[in-house]
């Protein structure tokens, strides 16, 4: 008889356990706040400007790149509809062109990239709401090859660029959603670094034109 007591004393504290938990987990996923991974794929048109070993040029060149992403948007309270959105992630150049040729880009290297936005949230309705952002996005990617002479040349690109940002967000519940989004940017500065044995040059590269950014991926509240 006392273990019967007991056992349904235990099982009154695990069911009260578990609702406390439940509720708890209810408040946290209700949260504006989310965290996500996403898959995306940008295209770029751009003309470049720049002088290397005292030669002008100027070229027109175009760049697709596909990748993924950890990327969310951190609410103060539930109260504001400001917050931050971040994203962090690499992708891989899957096409490129340099004036009217088209570039081999098997052994291009990863590109690095990361986002900070300021955001603004609008709720349609339970299950759907956007987000409108505006901020800076920086990309890097070093690449190395080999001169005529069988010389090690490391190429470092780093790009800083302007981004405005929409994102739709589908809550299929409280604690999961949908995400999709576009962006584009239009870059700010552009600086190349050559270096090897024997050499080694930096500059900044004059940039006229933009990027657009698609992305589709998966939203967990916070």
């Known amino acids: 008889m006392k273990r019967k007591l007991n056992c349904s004393g235990i099982m009154k504290r695990t069911l009260l356990l578990v609702i406390v938990l439940c509720f708890c987990m209810f408040s946290m996923f209700a949260s504006k706040s989310w965290f996500g991974v996403e898959g995306f794929t940008t295209h770029s048109e751009e003309n470049k400007t720049y002088t290397f070993l005292g030669v002008n040029s100027s070229e027109d060149s175009t760049v697709t790149l596909m990748g993924i992403a950890i990327s969310g948007t951190i609410f103060p309270n539930q109260e504001t509809p400001f917050g931050i959105g971040y994203q962090i992630g690499a ?15 098997s052994d291009y290297p990863l590109t690095f990239r990361g986002s900070l936005l300021f955001k603004y949230n609008v709720a349609f309705s339970k299950q759907f709401s956007m987000e409108f952002g505006a901020g800076g ?25 302007f981004i405005a940002n929409t994102n739709l967000l589908f809550h299929v519940s409280d604690s999961f959603a ?32 933009y990027t657009v950014l698609g992305q589709l991926g998966l939203a967990f509240s916070l």
């Open 91 to 105: 992708g891989k150049i899957i096409a490129a062109t340099n004036g009217s040729s088209e570039e081999d880009v």
């Open 137 to 161: 996005l920086y990309e890097s990617m070093t690449r190395e090859g080999f001169s005529e002479d069988t010389t090690v040349v490391t190429v470092e690109y780093n790009t800083l660029s």
């Open 178 to 209: 949908l995400l999709g989004g576009v962006s584009i940017a239009t870059p700010l500065s552009n600086k190349i670094t050559l270096s090897s044995e024997s050499l080694s040059y930096n500059d900044d590269i004059a940039v006229t034109g």
